[in-house]
């Protein structure tokens, strides 16, 4: 390894936004970014973040080689126009895991975010029956039918066959709320339709547009 490159390393070792890397290294914003171009592609900074959340780069001196396949949020940070900040890492060992899957699984996380950033998913499904046994396995049949209805409001969506719908539409689950207390102001009829609280509104969909 080049010193010049070491000495980098030591000195933003941690987690860092652009503008703190600049200000340790002592170099211009172009220069920055270039430095960290050069220092991902070698293997030490892993990034997250990115839209209306500060880009994050993890930088280390120990290259690690990523095991298995992207996790949730790998899956949805590239999809979607909505960025999450990993609070971990996670890989998958076994499998690699399939858009379907992923929107399933950000409805069982119940937070926020990852569920608003995992509407964009509902644009690159390829298999609804498999999409439909995933939610029906995790008891999220109707939730995942109104988050397609409330994605369809101001996103493209690829189209749901009938017989998809009409299987999520009577399903029979008990728990109402996606995310626990939060209901729409915007999406009653929705609500009403499959019998979910919705736990966004309309403003809330205007950052899967940017």
């Known amino acids: 390894m080049k010193e010049s490159i070491y000495k980098n390393l030591e000195r933003i070792e941690g987690m860092n936004t652009i503008d703190m890397i600049q200000k340790k290294l002592k170099v211009s914003r172009k220069t920055a970014i270039k430095k960290i171009s050069v220092l991902r592609k070698l293997g030490f900074v892993d990034t997250s973040g990115g839209g209306k959340q500060p880009r994050i780069y993890s930088i280390s001196r120990i290259r690690v080689k ?49 569920i608003l950033a995992s509407l964009a998913l509902f644009n690159k499904i390829k298999n609804w029956s498999r999409l439909y046994e995933y939610a029906k396995q995790n008891d999220v049949r109707k939730k995942v039918g109104a988050l397609y209805d409330v994605a369809k409001v101001v ?29 729409s102001k915007d999406f009653i009829d929705i609500e009403k339709k499959w019998k979910v609280h919705v736990p966004f509104d309309r403003s809330d969909l205007m950052r899967l547009k940017e």
């Open 66 to 114: 990523k095991m298995g396949y992207p996790g949730l949020y790998d899956i949805i940070n590239k999809n979607s126009p909505v960025k999450l900040i990993k609070p971990y890492e996670y890989r998958i060992i076994d499998k690699r895991l399939s858009i379907e899957e992923a929107i399933v699984r950000a409805v069982k996380t119940e937070k926020f975010r990852v």
């Open 155 to 183: 996103i493209r969506v690829r189209r749901m066959d009938n017989k998809t719908r009409n299987l999520l539409l009577g399903a029979e689950e008990k728990e109402k709320y996606i995310i626990k207390g939060a209901k």
